[in-house]
T-cell receptor, first 114, second 114 residues
Framework: GDSVTQTEGQVTVSESKSLIINCTYSATSIGYPNLFWYVRYPGEGLQLLLK?????QKGSSRGFEATYNKEATSFHLQKASVQESDSAVYYC???????????FGSGTQLTVMP | ETAVFQTPNYHVTQVGNEVSFNCKQT?????MYWYKQDSKKLLKIMFS???????VNETVPRRFSPQSSDKAHLNLRIKSVEPEDSAVYLCASSHRGLNTGQLYFGEGSKLTVL
């Protein structure tokens, strides 16, 4: 079945430094899946950060970017300069076209140190 | 701003008891979901409910059952809780299925089974 892999369970970065959170996926459908990053800030519900539904395209939101790389089956999340307010749990996810399911990775807890 | 409301946010109970979690969305969406987030922060889909059509993840034990009075409400009932049911249960909603991937989540209902 489909799966999403996030290798880092926890990441700690100093404020103003750059960030990469890794995400790779495996999808069984013939077409390409839709890819997403969701984020859960402390005390808030899980919310969509960005999405890309076309292979090769880049999505961006709140200074974060992720590029849909179909050759590497990756969708890494990047930010050039993190802020303390970015501290949260980040989930990579995919859905196959027409599927009722959103498949999540295991999540990455990001802590930004002042 | 939260538009998916879950109650209660916390519940502690003993093995064998019955538990219900309520969920209401005010977004006018036609599809609602329940996800389970375990102690390792893994998110797994349990149910999807769209226009009175229920889709069940086959791995969900039979003691779990969704209950819906209309498209704005989807409750979760656990008939006789087990220790492994301790988790955070997340309700979500979306419009016209998952083709956009834009799910809106509630803040979660944390269940502790003693």
């Amino acid at each position: 079945g489909d799966s999403v892999t996030q290798t880092e369970g926890q990441v700690t970065v100093s404020e103003s430094k750059s960030l990469i959170i890794n995400c790779t996926y495996s999808a069984t459908s013939i077409g390409y899946p839709n890819l997403f990053w969701y984020v859960r800030y402390p005390g808030e519900g899980l919310q969509l950060l960005l999405k890309v539904i076309t292979a090769g395209q880049k999505g961006s939101s709140r200074g974060f970017e992720a590029t849909y790389n179909k050759e590497a089956t990756s969708f890494h999340l990047q930010k050039a300069s993190v802020q303390e307010s970015d501290s949260a749990v980040y989930y990579c996810a995919l859905s196959d076209a027409g599927s009722w399911q959103l498949i999540f990775g295991s999540g990455t807890q990001l802590t930004v140190m002042p | 701003e939260t538009a998916v409301f879950q109650t209660p946010n916390y519940h502690v109970t003993q093995v064998g008891n019955e538990v219900s979690f309520n969920c209401k969305q005010t977004l006018g969406h036609d599809t609602m979901y329940w996800y389970k987030q375990d102690s390792k922060k893994l998110l797994k889909i349990m149910f999807s409910y769209n226009n009175k059509q229920l889709i069940v993840n086959e791995t969900v034990p039979r003691r779990f059952s969704p209950q819906s009075s209309d498209k704005a409400h989807l409750n979760l009932r656990i008939k006789s809780v087990e220790p492994e049911d301790s988790a955070v249960y997340l309700c979500a909603s979306s419009h016209r299925g998952l083709n956009t991937g834009q799910l809106y989540f509630g803040e979660g209902s944390k269940l502790t089974v003693l």
